[in-house]
């Protein structure tokens, strides 16, 4: 009765955690269902909307220009992996390493130290941890929510014009988009920039909430990423058909994502086998569909052989 009492105080920062990173994974998604590229910058960009966004405010910079700057630093990291896979020809995945281990130097020079504090006001700020359980503007709850609400509608808009439809073509078929005429190198580019732009946002959100940046904040962020991408799915891809709703599943599978783990730390999981328990959580649900396959096949196979003896 204890745990689940504390589960429940602990539930709105867990709930706030997995917004703020639902964020991130719809940037994962991005690259890893519509382009259909494994993209690793994510570690490194996540850290530098981070670290733009906490060197910005402390600067007197206004919160939300802030915001769209430190998305602007993903978008150019984005492109850097972009241009060198599509101009340079390295695998996306090469790339994307390339990148998040140029962006760790970079993010050490943007803050001149490996973290830096949120010297302000709470109150001062857009969402802090402070506020979790205040219904105010400043709750992450809200604040997030809304602006998450806001990115899906905006992504459903983009990706039904021509241009988020040759990102989505290039993703599903590369060769028959280019046999279309549609740019695909430009829409490779373009989906990563966007992806990145996303992360580096949340990245900006999440140093606000915890008060402070930190060069390996974004460390493993792409196993969250995947893992809200994969538990998503699984949960509500037979239900959510829709392409704006798809993107809802993968916020609402970081949320779940972020009470699991909530749920096992107050169970007494040591804090030091995290990574290890969202590497396993991650490849629990990869295997989840490769099992139904496998079940199906052997269901329709013993099918086929009592109408055979029939």
Not at 12 to 41: E, N
Not at 47 to 63: D, E, K, S, Y
Not at 149 to 174: D, H, P, Q, S, V
């Amino acid at each position: 009765m204890e745990i689940l009492l504390q589960l429940f105080n602990a539930l709105p920062g867990s709930v706030s955690q997995g917004l703020i990173w639902g964020i991130m994974a719809i940037g994962v998604y991005i690259t890893y269902r519509i382009l259909d590229v494994a993209d690793l910058t994510v570690d490194g960009s996540f850290a530098t909307g981070g670290a733009v966004a906490v060197v910005l405010i402390l600067n007197g910079c206004n919160l939300w220009l802030a915001m769209i700057l430190a998305f602007v630093a993903g978008l150019i990291a984005g492109a850097i992996t972009g241009l060198l896979h599509t101009l340079m020809g390295i695998p996306p995945i090469l790339a994307g390493i390339l990148t998040q281990l140029s962006l760790y130097s970079i993010n050490l020079k943007i803050m001149g130290k490996a973290n830096q504090s949120v010297n302000v006001n709470q109150t001062d700020l857009l969402v802090s941890l402070r506020w979790v359980k205040e219904f105010a503007f400043h709750n992450p709850l809200i604040t997030v929510g809304v602006v998450l609400l806001i990115l899906i509608a905006i992504l459903y808009w983009f990706f039904g014009t021509e241009m988020g439809c040759g990102i989505r073509a290039t993703g599903a078929n590369l060769n028959m988009s280019r046999a279309q005429g549609i740019n695909t190198s430009f829409n490779k580019v373009l989906g990563i920039m966007i992806s990145n732009g996303l992360v580096a946002f949340s990245g900006a959100f999440l140093a606000q909430y915890q008060g402070f940046a930190d060069v390996k904040m974004g460390q493993g962020a792409i196993v969250i990423g995947l893992a809200a991408v994969i538990i998503g799915e699984a949960l509500f891809g037979k239900i959510f058909k829709n392409f704006a709703l798809r993107l809802l599943s993968v916020a609402f599978g970081s949320i779940i994502y972020y009470i699991v783990v909530q749920a096992v730390i107050t169970a007494g999981l040591d804090a030091n086998l995290l990574k290890l328990l969202s590497a396993a959580i991650v490849a629990i649900f990869l295997a989840i569909p490769y099992w139904k396959r496998l079940y199906s096949e052997k269901h329709m196979q013993r099918v086929k052989g009592g109408k055979t003896n029939a």
